[in-house]
């Protein structure tokens, strides 16, 4: 348990939160979430209590989520060793079905029956709805080029549904999978897919919510977080190799999204109890913010 705070500092807190929910109501946030921030039970409940308080003052998550441990479990319970070539997954066949089994039938409606368990209301949307992909070009790994098989990459979103969701006051729950005009369903990255939702549909805010604090100059040094930076000042981040590895698409499908019209994207620590709280609703937040 956290130290236990007065009564004046608790009601602080809340006058605190008052000009971001007066700014926020209304508001649409697409919040990703993944990696293993999503492993554990009581993690996974803490952070969608904090989605259901979102929404009880009026601000319309679209939440999208990732797949993570419970995909490469299953694969190996089929007898399939999990392989991934510059951070995507190698999908075959077998695996394309194992991915569409665990994402859409458990995954996504217990993220949706949790919601709904707090009091929210929530409606799982199979990616593959809205989401249209075409398969990814062979990659290069080392000196040879692979096929990944069922991988794709989005080339266009169809929102109405989740439009309408959002209409009605339901928090759109999207799993990271993708059609192509033909019907052959692809694996995403699903923090490109949900860059380009929130670019879409103009969202206030993108939120990436995974496994590490946010933008850090040493990656091992907690204190080297960064809480603010510009677009522009991403570009040298990359360039000078700060941002590196798993964090790039991230960063760049935040640079597309703002690029699109949406006003800032965050970056927070889903392991760091109601760190989603805190960052919308503190004047420092927890995590790193990326302004326009
Ligand atoms: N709560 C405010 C917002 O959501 C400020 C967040 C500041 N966060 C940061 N990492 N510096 O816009």
Same mark, same amino acid.
């Given at each position: 348990?956290?130290t236990?705070? $007065? ?6 807190a ?9 700014n ?7 919040? #990703?979430?993944?990696? %293993? ?5 009581? *993690? ?11 929404e009880?003052?009026g ?5 999208i989520?990732?797949?993570?441990? !419970?995909? %490469? ?15 995507? =997954? *190698? ?5 394309i ?38 398969? /990814? ?37 999207? $799993? ?13 990255n ?5 860059? %380009?939702?929130?670019? =879409?549909? #103009? !969202? ?24 603010? *930076? ?7 981040l ?14 760049? %499908? !935040?640079?597309?999204? /703002? ?16 760190? /989603? ?12 913010e990326?302004? !326009?």
């Amino acid at each position: 348990m956290a130290t236990p705070l $007065s009564v004046t500092a608790r009601a602080e807190a809340l006058i605190e939160a008052l000009p971001y929910i007066q700014n926020f109501r209304g508001k649409l946030f697409v919040i #990703k979430y993944g990696g %293993s921030a999503m492993e554990d039970d009581h *993690v996974i409940d803490r952070l969608l209590h904090d989605i259901v308080l979102l929404e009880a003052v009026g601000i319309n998550p679209v939440l999208i989520h990732g797949g993570g441990k !419970a995909i %490469s479990q299953r694969m190996r319970e089929a007898g399939q060793k999990p392989h991934f070539v510059n951070g995507l =997954r *190698v999908t075959d066949a077998e695996a394309i079905a194992i991915v569409e089994d665990v994402l859409d039938r458990v995954i996504n409606p217990d993220i949706t029956a949790r919601i709904i368990k707090f009091g929210g209301t929530a409606v799982g949307i199979p990616g593959k709805t809205c989401l249209v992909a075409r398969k /990814l070009p062979l990659q290069d790994s080392g000196s040879t080029k692979v096929d990944l098989g069922f991988v794709g990459e989005v080339v266009d979103l169809r929102t109405q549904e989740i439009e309408d969701a959002v209409h009605r006051e339901v928090v759109p729950v999207i $799993s990271p999978l993708a059609q192509d005009e033909t019907g052959v369903v692809y694996n995403i990255n699903a923090d490109i897919a949900a860059g %380009s939702i929130a670019g =879409r549909l #103009k !969202a206030a805010k993108m939120i990436y919510i995974s496994d590490v604090p946010g933008l850090m100059r040493d990656p091992d040094d907690r204190e080297s977080l960064i809480p603010s *930076v510009t677009r522009a000042q991403i570009e040298k981040l990359v360039a000078d190799e700060v941002i590196t590895g798993g964090m790039i698409p991230k960063v760049e %499908s !935040a640079v597309h999204a /703002l690029n699109e019209g949406v006003q800032k994207v965050h970056f927070i620590d889903g392991r760091t109890p109601h760190a /989603l709280l805190v960052e919308v609703f503190s004047r420092k937040g927890i995590g790193t913010e990326i302004v !326009a």
